[in-house]
């Protein structure tokens, strides 16, 4: 009878996700209405294979999806234990099967590991009657609560995958308050295990931990705790630390993580929502796409997706649990519930899509203990709130099985053992049916037939594919389609686009800021292409058909109320035909392949930075279009800056580059080291102004196929912290004792002083004055046409040796202005019509700072320009020896 619950689970699993084991090798849970999650899982397992043994690198970064610049595969959804658990069944099934096997298997092992966590809490409790059949209950509610059906449903495997919380927290109990070094490292290698499903879940199973230890303090082994502790840690360190520490590497130093709170507030957990069942209960009537059709629009009745109903008969054995149960684990596994039910809530609370209440006629939020996590790093990655509802019905499920087993036992007093059973039966049917959420919907992982053509191409090459979009976690530019994504595994050929879940702006930036997608991108999201950025994209097509090797364009259809592409389609395809040199070359299962009309490879390049032309063979680390010293340049604002490199004909080159490092006094020697598609060609150090670099690129660096330069710089430097800052207020002897920042034009008057605002900001001479040995703004004014007296009266009364700091704002002063000024150490506004200055009082005439014009700008202090500088490129150069 061992194996009763696991096959037991099984078969409830194939039931509850019907018509799931109908469609095995051809559908996969998900909706068609949504994100397409579901296939990044999917893609990720192909990628995975295809890395590790087929490319023989890293799976944790690839350049198969956002082509030309890649991305990182870290701070990502992996689920890198599917990816391993699929590894050896990719040789023999499709993956849409590999992907529901391992789905399968998380949903049976989660339901296991509940039953026995439960199972060893009721018999350590001393309620050995019916404590398996308690235990079972826990694990079919743990198995088949709402959440995981909706996760299911919205393609969100990872919070699917949540078979090892159980089991590390059994031996984590164990680890507590046992003996021995069995359990610590059990239960490390299990926490291991279910942070390779999603790495956030260590952050759950931590705060659980340290709670319960809290919670426990008085039950807990002491002797040797923090032995098993340590080992614990150690355990995790061991078998994570590959993905650990690249992990740790971007959050510390990786400069992209979200500011503000993301979509946290939608994301929430509302009140009412524990109690409403999903839009996935037949019994609703809600209709699955009718919710998400609402969702979408703003119109249903929650913010988000409604995803964590707790169930009516859970929460009444629940009570039960507490009221009838004497043991200290039930309150303390009730706690537990509490705080990751209120973690659900999110930041602040909401009841019926509302979160700002009147009290009294002020209006007022409530915050919840997330609201805390928020302000610690690492925890903050959790954007998404409703994600705690795993640990909370797995707390909900161990109070069940403490309700059901004393159920059970009262009706066996009162009636008789078969009685009792049948009770417990009764129970997990009102479990199941609260819970139900049948059919569960499928999307179609068929791919279409004229893609698996195109992988009979030999060679590396790039795919152009529409819909064409780049997705992360928070947002979307085009019509990106995760599927079309997923498509790859037929040909294995190279993608533009891309879904990630957090990236830097620049991968992104890097499309974005290219004629041809910004035209494209306009024509999929309801925008006009005005004919001259349709001219600049067309112009521009053959020359990154060439960069990045397009060879074919996949146009796939449109899904049915899949907004935007279903509604653009016709027009985006019709763009795009305009665009690219291209002829129709497959169809069919309505997608199109085109094929793309060849660029021979070049014998010679010249890449003119500083330009508009350049922008597509300019990779990470650079910075914006700009002159440096006379010549059309653009700074290296980091040690590694990448340059993109089409297909050339065979042969040896000369690579020349034009480089001026940034220098300063006192500055170190730049260096520069040159590599070509991994190859180091040399390195050269750097005379201060403009240096003419060549170096040999010898035949056997194969260069017909997209290459990557690489320009590694020995240092960086911000001007603003090493170059030496101005204060002087021109020759008046005075020293302005804070920054100052003075900004006139036809429509503003800014002045900010140490970084404050110190402007009215009013049509006409807006004045500051400064205090001048703290730079305490003491007063602010603006005097318009016709305030001559005023402007008078108020400089006659400025202190002596105190700054002042003015700006026009839309050419309007009194006319006195330029007499009253000189007072300030200024000559005055003579011309206009943006005048802008600095000047203390009693100086001299003209010994302060002043300018006019069209819009001008003055400041004294540090240098403004915050960027680290490596070294300004003018020009690139590829020429045949």
């Avoid at 309150?331 to 009147?358: E, H, M």
Wanted: glycine share 8%; with cysteine; hydrophobic share 45%.
């Amino acid at each position: 009878m061992k194996g009763f619950v696991p096959l037991l689970l099984l078969a409830l699993t194939l039931f509850l996700t019907y018509p799931l084991p109908l469609h095995l090798a051809t559908h996969v849970p998900g909706s068609n209405l949504w994100a397409f999650d579901e296939y990044t899982f999917i893609w990720n397992i192909w990628w995975f294979k295809h890395a590790l043994l087929e490319l023989h690198t890293s799976p944790l970064s690839t350049d198969y999806i956002f082509f030309p610049v890649g991305t990182k595969l870290i701070l990502y959804t992996y689920n890198l234990f599917n990816c391993v658990l699929a590894l050896p069944l990719t040789f023999f099934f499709p993956l849409p099967l590999v992907s529901n096997l391992t789905l399968i298997f998380a949903w049976v092992t989660s339901g296991w590991g509940a039953y026995l966590l439960s199972l060893y809490l009721l018999r350590r409790s001393g309620l050995k009657d019916y404590a398996r059949a308690a235990a079972i209950l826990a694990g079919i509610l743990y198995a088949f609560a709402s959440n995981r059906h909706v996760y299911a449903a919205l393609g969100h495997y990872d919070m699917v995958s949540t078979q090892w919380l159980p089991l590390f927290i059994l031996f984590f109990i164990r680890t507590a308050e046992e003996p021995g070094l069995k359990n610590p490292v059990l239960a490390g290698l299990f926490g291991t295990m279910a942070m390779l499903c999603e790495m956030i879940f260590g952050t759950f199973l931590f705060i659980f931990s340290a709670f319960y230890l809290i919670l426990r303090r008085k039950e807990l082994h002491r002797q040797g705790l923090l032995l098993r502790v340590a080992i614990l840690v150690l355990t995790v360190a061991a078998t994570y630390w590959p993905v650990l520490i690249p992990i740790l590497r971007e959050f510390l130093l990786g400069g992209y993580e979200l500011k503000g709170w993301g979509d946290a507030l939608k994301l929430s957990t509302d009140l009412l929502g524990f109690f409403t069942p999903t839009a996935l209960h037949p019994g609703m009537g809600i209709g699955w796409e009718r919710e998400l059709r609402a969702v979408t629009e703003g119109t249903s009745r929650f913010a988000d997706v409604n995803t964590v109903f707790l169930g009516y008969f859970s929460l009444v054995l629940a009570i039960v649990a507490l009221v009838k149960n004497s043991p200290k684990v039930v309150k303390t596994w009730a706690l537990q519930a509490l705080l990751f039910a209120s973690f659900c809530l999110g930041p602040v609370l909401q009841i019926n899509k509302r979160y700002v209440f009147d009290m009294d006629g002020i209006p007022i939020t409530i915050p919840m203990p997330f609201a805390l996590l928020h302000y610690i790093p690492i925890f903050r990655a959790n954007r998404v709130p409703n994600r705690f509802s795993v640990i909370l019905t797995l707390c909900l499920a161990v109070l069940v099985a403490f309700g059901g087993q004393r159920v059970m036992s009262i009706f066996e007093r009162r009636f008789s053992p078969a009685f009792s059973r049948a009770i417990g039966g009764l129970i997990a049917a009102l479990i199941i049916i609260e819970h139900l959420a049948i059919p569960m919907p499928l999307t179609d992982a068929r791919i279409p037939a004229p893609l698996w053509l195109i992988g009979q191409e030999g060679g590396e090459f790039t795919v152009l594919q529409l819909p064409l979009g780049w997705r992360n976690s928070f947002g979307m530019a085009g019509a990106e389609s995760t599927q079309a994504q997923y498509y790859q595994v037929a040909h294995g050929k190279k993608l533009l686009s891309g879904n990630i879940s957090r990236n830097p702006p620049f991968q992104f930036d890097y499309f974005l800021r290219l004629p041809f997608f910004q035209a494209i991108i306009s024509a999929e999201t309801y925008q006009e292409v005005p004919p001259e950025l349709e001219a600049k994209a067309k112009a521009q097509a053959p020359e990154l058909v060439r960069l990045y090797d397009i060879r074919y364009l996949v146009v796939l259809p449109p899904t049915p109320g899949r907004a935007p592409y279903s509604d653009t389609y016709t027009r985006t395809v019709q763009l795009v035909e305009r665009l690219l040199p291209a002829e129709l070359y497959l169809e069919g299962q309505g997608t199109k392949v085109y094929k793309v009309k060849p660029i021979p490879p070049a014998s010679s390049l010249e890449i003119d930075f500083g330009r508009e032309e350049s922008l597509p063979y300019l990779g990470e680390g650079w910075d914006r279009n700009e002159e440096v010293a006379g010549c059309t340049a653009v700074w290296a604002v980091s040690k590694r800056a990448e340059v993109f490199l089409p297909p050339m004909e065979n042969g040896s080159y000369t690579l020349t580059l034009k480089v001026a490092p940034f220098t300063y006094p006192g500055s170190p020697e730049q260096s520069v080291k040159i590599v070509l598609n991994g190859v180091n060609l040399g390195e050269a150090k750097l005379s201060p102004g403009w240096n003419e670099l060549s170096f040999a690129v010898p035949e056997s660096i194969s260069l017909n196929r997209p290459s990557k330069l690489e320009l590694k710089f020995s240092h960086l430097a911000s001007p603003r912290k090493v170059l030496p800052p101005e204060f002087a207020i021109g020759s008046t002897g005075v020293n302005a004792p804070a920054e100052l920042e003075i900004h006139s034009g036809q429509g503003f008057a800014f002045i900010t002083v140490a970084g404050k605002n110190a402007s009215l900001n009013k049509a006409g001479l807006n004045l500051a004055v400064i205090e001048p040995k703290k730079g305490k703004v003491v007063a602010m004014r603006a005097f318009g046409p016709g305030e001559e007296k005023n402007l008078s009266s108020f400089v006659a009364e400025i202190a002596p040796g105190h700054i002042v700091v003015g700006a026009v704002y839309g050419g309007l002063w009194p006319e006195n202005a330029p007499q009253v000024l000189q007072a300030l150490g200024v000559n005055g506004l003579s011309k206009g019509p943006s005048y802008a200055f600095i000047g203390v009082k009693g100086s001299a005439p003209g010994s302060g700072l002043e300018k006019e014009g069209e819009d001008v700008y003055l400041r004294l202090g540090y240098n403004p320009d915050s960027r680290t500088l490596a070294a300004a490129v003018d020009f690139i150069r590829l020429e045949r020896r």
